[in-house]
């Protein structure tokens, strides 16, 4: 059973919790599907009550306009005429500006949003040693598989500055820039990966690149990636059908 609670998924979501924090809790979700289940259950309850908000502000418009126009009917005169239609002027601006806002946020990239958090997962990571004979390979991996991002980005970035040819280093600084929000940094160095598109490394920088594609929603961009990795023949061709279809 998961140590977190409903308040604490809402804190999540709501971005009430510091960086460490989200941190540790994006990682549990990883590790716990039914955790990962229940966050992705609360974003759509989040959804409902803003759709059920923005109804009762209509409805609270309409009913003002029927009680000033019926004001408006019992008292005629041009001055009533042009302040009915002032309001009603009024009225519709406020209303137009509280679909847009909420279609601009809950249209397709509340789908992308979703296809994100369901299959951005990271990376198990490269095995790393703990002892003397550690080295900073290693000691910037334990921070990533802790879910320290920030540090672990710190340590692959100055390893990188070192050996910039480095793809291994690209990767995993990619990673963490994708969970510190630094997305394009991350599609940066995920399209300088140099291996060959068929390697694993290259299949993997694929994968991850579409997935924040999607993210930024640009589904066309990432369609092509998929698109490649469904023919592929790699662990990732069945999941890249998957979220094509779901693109469509």
Known sequence: MSKYNTEDIVRFINGGMDEAEAAAFG???????????????????????????????????????????????????????????????????????????????SGGSFVNDKIFAANFKDDAGAPSLMDNSATPFDDAMVYYKSGDYKTAEGKFSKLLFDKPQNDTLKYYDALCQVRLKNEDSA???????????????????????????????????????????????????AKAGEILAQLK
């Open 187 to 237: 599609l940066q160095l995920l399209s300088a990966i140099s291996q060959p598109a068929g390697s694993e490394l290259g299949i993997k920088a694929k994968w991850y690149s579409a997935l924040i594609l999607i993210h930024q929603n640009k589904p066309a961009d990432a369609k092509k990636l998929l698109t490649e990795l469904k023919s592929s023949g790699s662990d990732y061709a």
């Open 27 to 105: 990682l549990e979700t990883n590790k716990d599907k039914a955790l990962a289940e229940e966050v992705a259950a609360q974003r759509e309850l989040s959804r409902v009550v803003q759709i059920a908000t923005i109804k009762q502000q209509l409805d609270a418009i309409h009913q003002e306009y029927e009680a000033v126009e019926k004001k408006a009917v019992a008292i005629p005169g041009r001055n009533n005429v042009r302040k009915l239609f002032g309001w009603i002027a009024a009225a519709a601006v406020v209303a137009g500006i509280i679909i847009g806002v909420f279609l601009f946020r």
